[in-house]
Structures are given as C-alpha cells and as structure tokens.
C-alpha cells in the first residue's frame, strides 16, 4: 500500500477518535495502481472513479468550475453535513459552502491550505473582488479556503425571512442551539478530511470570534492542526470567565474609548446631547427608523459597536452626526433627524441582515450555564455613568456602549420581533456543551501565533492574556499599533508577522 495512502487513513481515523459521528472506517479501493480510502456516504477526493462508487459521494461534495477575479482564482465548494452530528438524521442536514483562493496559474499546484474562520458570529467570509491585504499575503504560499460558518452567506443561511420558517419559539431556539463554535469545528473537520489531499492537516487563521472557533478546534481535533494564527480571537476560557466577567471587562474598556473620542471630537458633545434630549422628548420615546423600528436614545448608544472600536470608526462616527439634522428649507418648520443619519445607523448595525450575531452572540461565552441576559444586566452596575436621558440633560458627554446585545433590541428593532420569545429561551438555555478543554489546551502541541490588540475593546486585553497562559508553546504578538480591525487594515503586515514568527524569521514576543 501506498504511503500517502496509509498516512491518510491514520489521519482519519485519528479524527473519528474525536468525532464520533464520523463514518465507519472506509474501503481502500484499488483505482489506476493507487489505493484510495472511501467511505459508503462521503466524497474524500475528487476522481474518475466508476459512477457506483463515486455517485453517492457527490451528493456530499459539489465543486463548481473556476472562475477569476484580479490576480486570483476562486472555485466554490458545497458540502452537505448534519444539523446535529450527534443525532445525525438525513432528513435535517444542512449546506456549508467554502470558497478555494488561489493566485491565478496556481490552481493546480501542490499547495498546503489555509483555512479561514470569520469573526461574528453570524457573519460570512470575505467575498474577495481582488488579490489584496492578507488574502494576497496568505495566496503566496496557500490554497485558502474561505468558509462560510454554517448560518452565514451561502451555508444555508438563517436570514430574517428564512428563520421565520420555523415556529413555535420552543422549535427554532432549538434548531439555533447547533449554529455556535462546537458545530463549526465540526464542519470544519468534515471538510478537512474530504477535500484536503489524504486528509492531512491544515492552517488555520481565525480572525475575533474566528479566533474563538479555532481555540475550540485546538480544544477538541487538533490533530486536523498544522499550525493556528489568531487576530483578535483569544477567547476568555479559564474557570469562572462567565459573560458576567466578560461583559464587565468591556464596560471599562469602553468608558476608555468614549473618554478618546470625544477629546477627538469635543464638539460632539452638544451634537449627541442634543439628539437624545430631542428622541426623549418624541412622542413614544423616540423616531421611527426607515425599517419600521424606533431609535431610542438606548439604541443610539448602540453606535459604538462600529464607531469606537475600528481604525476609522471615530472619523465615521464624527461625519454621520455632521448630517444628523435636516437642514430648514421652509422658515418655521419642525426639526427633524435627517433620513440620512436614520438610514447611516441602521447600515452600521447589521443586525437584520444578520440576525445570528444577535441570536447567539451571549451564547459563544456560555458552557453550562446561561447568560441571562448578561450585559443588560451588567449594565445596570454602570447605570450612573450610562444614563443617557440624564447625561443629555446635564449636559455631559452620552456614553456609546460596545459589543453588547441589550434584550430591548428586540422591541425597536422591527426584523427582530419575531425572534424575542426564541432570544429569551437561548437567554435561559443553561445546557450548552463545553467550547473548550483546558487540559488538552495546557498540553498543546500545535504551533500556534496571536496577535494581541493592547487596545482592543471586543477580546479584553487581560482576558486575552490569561487565556494565552492556558496555551502551551503559544506565541503572542503584544501591539498597539493595530485595534480589533488589525486585520481588515493591515492585513498582509499581521499575517506576515505571525507567519514569521512560526517560521522563525520574527521574534517570538
């Protein structure tokens, strides 16, 4: 037998050691003097195999053709895996689509693959329309692969109107419990093991919430590991690093930010008091959005997720309350919240072209015990420094809040109604399987370089760095250069660092 075929099969069954839902060990088919492993269901490779062998497979793996855009060739894959790889049924499976990158006249080269998790969660990969940033950096020496995490862009996606399928709230909270970390890993493998050549293992890049999957993949198939990059992403592991003491951390990077923002911008002060006092005073508490929902001055509060935690989110916030106002065209008519600045606010939030990051995102903090709603109610610790009518009417800087979902969206924000009763049972789910596993985290064998942001107001920088101690042989890149974005704005110099300090040309720390 072949050497790459036997390499192959240990790696597999080295992965159904893991992954128990796996198929049984495959037939090894003699094909053209060369040995192949496969299983009765799944495709491992792609062959001109007879149709008996290889028919079923394709229903489990659809390649499509290649295609280009600048410098760069793409093909798009399509896998067929279970909802629950647990209690796997045919009847309730899912797509997962994952996208191949490569630089143009590499296609058929021999190159070891990268593949890339994005943050969210809920969010799809990057749609590349040319050969730049870090995807131009990594394509150098990588076949990339661009996933889709299940939920998100082409991987059956959960939209508003899709999720709406599924009632009662009993039913689609659920159906939602499969969309977090554990699952993804789990398409990952399934994906690793049939389209990389002999199962071999493969680099991972997880960018913040990326970066959290692949902790969990280090936690539980690090033998489909050849080496991890983290952006952004250590996530807070130890015992006790409940979303209380998450969301805590965050407030006080917060309060940091806003205290930046307006030394930056002190006009803004006026800007922002004024708004809030004018939505208090509205009838109902606030102004109707072009969607149907209400802004509040809670939910303007809310642009600080975008504006105060990005390279340029400072300078887009300033601009979008330049235009804030309508201007007076006819002397004597109401004040009015200009239709730009409404429809600005609802661009940057996202939250109704992607509901899953609302839906789950307390969740990704969650092993055995719910959330409860935990930043609402850690908020209510800040609530002095947080009140916005109050601040407003003393005249005092109104607070942004950050990353943090308030169970009041589901209220102003009119996609999402339909969704509260679901989003109140995934608040009170105290069942979630564990994300991580500490022991084998501590005895890591896997090379593994992060990029830690100093000033990172979604990942805590202490958090971070606690959860780096319980990662053996991890090797970390303190920075302030970059915030959370680090990435999307540098992306070809932090990969390039990382990389280089795997490789030996960049210092380890």
Request: one cysteine or more.
């Amino acid at each position: 037998m072949q050497a790459s075929a036997l390499r192959g099969l240990l790696l597999v069954l080295r992965a159904a050691d893991f992954f128990p839902h796996l198929p049984p060990p495959p037939r090894l088919l003699l094909h053209n003097n060369k040995f192949t492993a496969v299983w009765p269901r799944i495709r491992t490779s792609q062959c001109a195999m007879c149709e008996d062998v290889c028919g079923p497979l394709k229903k489990q793996h659809r390649a499509g053709h290649w295609c280009s855009v600048p410098d760069l060739s793409l093909r798009d894959h399509h896998f067929t895996v279970p909802l629950d790889y647990d209690h796997n049924n045919n009847d309730n499976n899912i797509s997962v689509f994952a996208r191949e990158v490569v630089a143009v006249g590499k296609e058929e080269q021999p190159l070891p693959y990268l593949l890339f998790l994005q943050g969210g969660p809920g969010f799809e990969s990057p749609r590349p329309t040319e050969s730049s940033g870090w995807i131009k950096k990594a394509c150098e020496e990588y076949r990339v692969i661009l996933l889709d995490q299940r939920g998100t862009g082409l991987s059956t996606p959960l939209t508003i109107s899709s999720l709406s399928q599924i009632t009662p709230a009993e039913k689609l909270a659920d159906y939602l419990k499969h969309f977090r970390a554990d699952n993804i890993v789990k398409d990952a493998e399934f994906i690793r093991v049939h389209l990389v050549p002999d199962g071999g293992p493969w680099t991972v890049l997880g960018q913040s919430y990326g970066g959290f999957c692949a902790v969990t993949y280090l936690s539980f198939a690090p033998q489909g590991l050849k080496c991890v990059l983290l952006t952004g992403g250590l996530p807070p592991i130890g015992n006790g690093c409940t979303a209380d003491v998450v969301y805590r951390a965050c407030f006080e990077q917060i309060l940091r930010q806003n205290e930046k923002y307006y030394k930056r911008f002190p006009q803004d002060i006026e800007i922002v008091c004024e708004v809030v006092n004018f939505l208090t005073e509205f009838e109902g508490g606030g102004v109707r959005l072009p969607s149907g929902g209400i802004l509040t001055p809670k939910g303007l509060q809310t642009l600080g997720l975008s504006g105060l935690g990005s390279c340029t989110g400072f300078e887009r916030l300033h601009y979008m309350f330049e235009r804030v106002w309508d201007p007076t065209l006819v002397l004597g008519a109401e004040k009015h919240i200009s239709y730009f600045f409404l429809k600005a606010f609802e661009n940057w939030m996202a939250f109704d072209t992607n509901p899953l990051y609302v839906l789950l995102h307390e969740s990704i903090y969650c092993q055995g015990f719910s959330s409860r709603w935990s930043a609402h109610r850690v908020r209510v610790e800040f609530e002095n420094m947080f009140d916005a009518i109050k601040a407003a009417k003393e005249g005092r800087p109104v607070l942004f809040t950050g990353e943090m979902i308030f169970p009041w969206m589901f209220d102003e924000i009119h996609a999402l109604r339909h969704f509260k009763e679901a989003a109140h049972l995934l608040a009170e789910k105290e069942d979630w399987p564990p994300l991580y596993n500490v022991a084998t985290l501590n005895n890591n064998q896997v090379p593994v370089a992060a990029a830690v942001y100093y000033e990172d107001m979604f990942v805590n920088f202490k958090l971070a760095m606690d959860t780096a101690s319980e990662i053996g042989g991890i090797r970390l890149w303190i920075t302030n250069e970059f915030m959370h974005s680090g990435l999307r704005d540098g992306g070809s110099q932090v990969l390039d660092q990382l990389m280089g300090m795997l490789k030996g040309r960049k210092p380890l720390f």
